[in-house]
């Protein structure tokens, strides 16, 4: 928790948040041994997960001042003004790390797409089908080549590719 700053003063927390936010933005994040009089090793844990949580939600929600101090009612007041100070120095970086973040996941872009619901009457097996399928078209653009991805679905197999892409959002929401 956020609170645990208040252990110490608030130059050093400034230096503390800063190496936190260098550490989200991919350069050497604070060092537990420059803490560790100063917070057990499960707190430590604990501080640089809540911070840079706070960062990456205020920053990603696109927070006002009024909201980010509001979130940092528990902190004192001269904590919380520290922390929106670096968050407002920063924002702008921790944003760009965001987003290369989300768009490391992969290169490939959804440009467009098409689908057609068919109903499957028979096929050369079995004179007697009724099956709904589902007819999918993707253009891919990766690597700035458009990449044409076209598949048949039944039931269960789009529920599945529906399952998987609601678990990859609930990660790129978790990523933001």
């Known amino acids: ?20 936010v260098d550490g989200l933005c991919g350069r050497e994040p604070p060092r537990r041994g420059d803490y560790s009089a100063t917070w057990s090793l499960e707190e430590w844990l604990e501080l640089l997960s809540s911070l840079t949580a706070f960062f990456r939600l205020a920053v990603g929600n696109n927070s006002s001042d009024e909201e980010v101090l509001a979130g940092l009612a528990d902190v004192g007041s001269s904590h919380a003004q520290m922390l929106l100070s670096v968050l407002r120095a920063r924002e702008e970086e921790i944003r760009h790390s965001l987003l290369d973040r989300t768009n490391s996941i992969s290169s490939a872009t959804l440009q ?58 609930k990660v790129v929401l978790q990523l933001k």
């Open 1 to 20: 928790m956020v609170v645990l700053l208040s252990r110490l003063p608030v130059t050093d927390c400034l230096k503390l948040c800063h190496r936190v």
């Open 112 to 169: 467009d797409f098409d689908w057609q619901l068919k109903l499957a009457l028979s096929s050369d097996k079995i004179s007697s089908l009724h099956t709904p399928l589902l007819g999918l078209s993707l253009d891919v653009r990766e690597n700035g080549a458009l990449r044409p991805v076209a598949m048949e679905m039944n039931r269960e197999e789009l529920n599945t590719l529906i399952n998987s892409l609601e678990a990859a959002n």
